[in-house]
């Protein structure tokens, strides 16, 4: 991938880093159908694509990775489909949490965790407390999470501030709702990814991603690899960032 970095003229073409990627990991049972299998097989199958991404972040020094593995709306899928998942999360915190340690990547899971089964809850807990002082990346798993959930869950928190006279209604306004959503730890999204050929959010990162570019592609999620995510970040190079300001001002 090094050879990457350099042009013919042998100057140095390495490309900025995104500090902050997301991506909605679609495309599995797409992938599974057209090999004629089911679609259980392209989930078990993406997880090696997680591996790639999670590779690729740390080897590249981006800061965080968020990866939407399942919303508030995949409950209504198949339950075979469900309970397939279910255990592929279990099985993967089981077989992946000591390596993440070890290479010091901390893990969070973020979304509703209530209606998991308690014993995923508390191996998610369990990786949560050994990887919490890790800064190499920061790895977000986000599982029964929903934007809107996420909006909801702030203003509630802001209102039970307020109720309780520790905010003043005058005191809310971006930096604080920011502070109060479940992604306030980590810098603002820069990059949001997603596999699969759909260009929509599904309910996403709707309050982070105001400010993020956008990359779509047709790849499906098992065939996402290390040189998918480096053609992501190029196109992310490409694109000017202005933020409401002229390009003139921002060259
Ligand atoms: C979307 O593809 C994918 C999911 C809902 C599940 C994502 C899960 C994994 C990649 C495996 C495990 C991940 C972790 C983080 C442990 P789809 O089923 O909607 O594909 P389709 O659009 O082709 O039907």
Not at 6 to 16: A, N
Not at 67 to 89: G, H, I, T, Y
Not at 103 to 122: C, E, H, I, M, W
Not at 205 to 220: I, K, M, N, P, V
Request: some cysteine; aromatic content about 10%; charged content about 25%.
């Amino acid at each position: 991938m090094d050879t990457l970095n350099k042009d013919d003229s042998g100057s140095d073409q390495t490309p900025k880093m995104p500090e902050h990627v997301a991506i909605i990991m679609d495309g599995n049972g797409r992938w599974a159908k057209q090999k004629g299998k089911l679609r259980t097989f392209g989930h078990k199958a993406g997880v090696e694509s997680v591996r790639a991404s999670v590779r690729f972040a740390r080897t590249h020094k981006i800061t965080a990775l968020t990866l939407f593995a399942f919303s508030s709306e995949n409950w209504k899928r198949p339950q075979d489909e469900v309970s397939v998942l279910m255990k592929l999360f279990k099985l993967v915190l089981t077989s992946e949490v000591k390596k993440l340690h070890a290479n010091g990547v901390r893990l969070k899971v973020v979304g509703d965790l209530s209606p998991f089964d308690p014993k995923l809850v508390q191996k998610i807990k369990d990786a949560e407390a050994l990887t919490q002082h890790n800064t190499e990346l920061h790895l977000n798993i986000a599982a029964n999470y929903g934007g809107r959930w996420d909006i909801v869950n702030a203003a509630q928190s802001l209102a039970q501030q307020v109720a309780s006279g520790k905010l003043n209604p005058e005191d809310i306004n971006e930096t604080s709702f920011n502070a109060n959503t479940a992604f306030a730890d980590l810098p603002a999204l820069d990059l949001l990814i997603r596999t699969g050929g759909e260009k929509r959010i599904s309910n996403f990162l709707l309050w982070q991603c105001a400010y993020s570019e956008f990359y779509f592609t047709d790849t499906l999620w098992p065939d996402f690899n290390e040189n998918s995510f480096l053609d992501a970040v190029i196109s992310f190079n490409e694109r000017q960032r202005r933020f409401g300001k002229i390009s003139e001002q921002v060259i």
